[in-house]
């Protein structure tokens, strides 16, 4: 039995409320006011949720345009890369609730400086300055976590997340990953980038149907999956990187340009509904 199917049933922390034709999104805040990031805060039958927008956040982007693989869950630990200011960071704190753990990386001091802060009201975000390149060398985190999550602007982004996952992935973890194809280089279109990435990770994990991010976040895709079991002991060397030429190009996939459900057409608005999909809870 794995870990994930030993431990107790999730309570969902994420909440999807229809509104018109459009959903939103909110999770149950592990931290105190103020907003991180100007979202909306509410109460519902003595908890606390916040906003969470598609717009700031490409894990909210994921749900909002289909993404059904797996998310944060309560009480699990995840090691974040690329976190910037927080904003996605402390919605992943919130899913993993006050019993899990988030550990976030930047490697920019003025960012870090601000993780820092928010860190004294998310008591479960542990952030830590290091280029996740050399994550490898640091001692942090010093356990081995449920899930690995991704957002990195760098040609070698895929590199970095393997390495990362092999060195501190649980068997059978989750990788989550925000591919910024534009950055991986000009010498391939964005959908060669991304089928290089989705077969140089499909070696490595059970890889979930990658949703386009677009009108989100133009030429970002979410991509990842499960561990493949003996992840951990795999030539990360053994296959080319992701920007190695293509001997075959082809045009974009026309399924995955057409990825996810979009809103749902439910007039019941402002009402918590349960979420249908794999993710989320009524409320
Ligand atoms: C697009 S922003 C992240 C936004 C954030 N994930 C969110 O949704 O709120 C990318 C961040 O990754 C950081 N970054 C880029 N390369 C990095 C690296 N090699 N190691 C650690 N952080 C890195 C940048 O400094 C930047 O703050």
Do not use: C
């Not at 922390?13 to 105190?32: C, H, K, N, Y």
């Not at 704190?93 to 820092?116: C, H, I, M, T, W």
């Not at 957002?151 to 591919?179: K, Y």
């Amino acid at each position: 039995m794995t870990q994930r199917e030993a431990r107790e049933p999730s309570r969902d922390r994420l909440v999807v409320e229809r509104v018109g034709d459009g959903r939103r999104f909110w999770t149950e805040t592990v931290g105190t006011f103020p907003p991180v990031y100007g979202e909306r805060w509410i109460e519902r039958e003595g908890r606390s949720f916040r906003g969470w927008s598609p717009s700031r956040s490409k894990l909210a982007a994921a749900l909002d345009v289909g993404w059904e693989g797996p998310i944060p869950q309560e009480g699990e630990t995840w090691l974040y890369l690329g976190a910037a200011t927080g904003t996605t960071a402390s919605h992943v704190a919130d899913l993993v609730g006050p019993k899990g753990a988030v550990y976030v990386v930047e490697k920019s001091p003025r960012p870090f400086q601000k993780l820092l802060v928010l860190a004294e009201r998310w008591p479960n975000l542990l952030p830590i300055l290091a280029d996740a390149r050399s994550l490898e060398e640091e001692p942090y985190p010093p356990r081995m976590v449920d899930g690995l999550y991704a957002d990195l602007p760098q040609p070698d982004q895929v590199d970095i997340v393997l390495r990362s996952a092999r060195r501190f992935l649980r068997e059978r973890g989750t990788v989550l990953m925000a591919l910024k194809t534009a950055s991986m280089g000009r010498d391939l279109s964005a959908p060669l980038h991304l089928e290089q990435a989705e077969r140089h990770l499909g070696r490595f994990l059970t890889l979930e149907r990658t949703a386009r991010l677009a009108p989100w976040h133009r030429g970002h895709y979410f991509i990842g999956g499960e561990a493949r079991p003996g992840f951990e002991n795999l030539d990360l060397a053994a296959s080319p990187p992701p920007g190695s030429p293509e001997p075959e190009p082809r045009s974009p996939h026309p399924r995955r340009e057409g990825r996810g459900r979009g809103p749902r057409s439910d007039r019941e608005s402002g009402r918590w509904v349960p979420r249908p999909a794999r993710h989320g809870r009524s409320a």
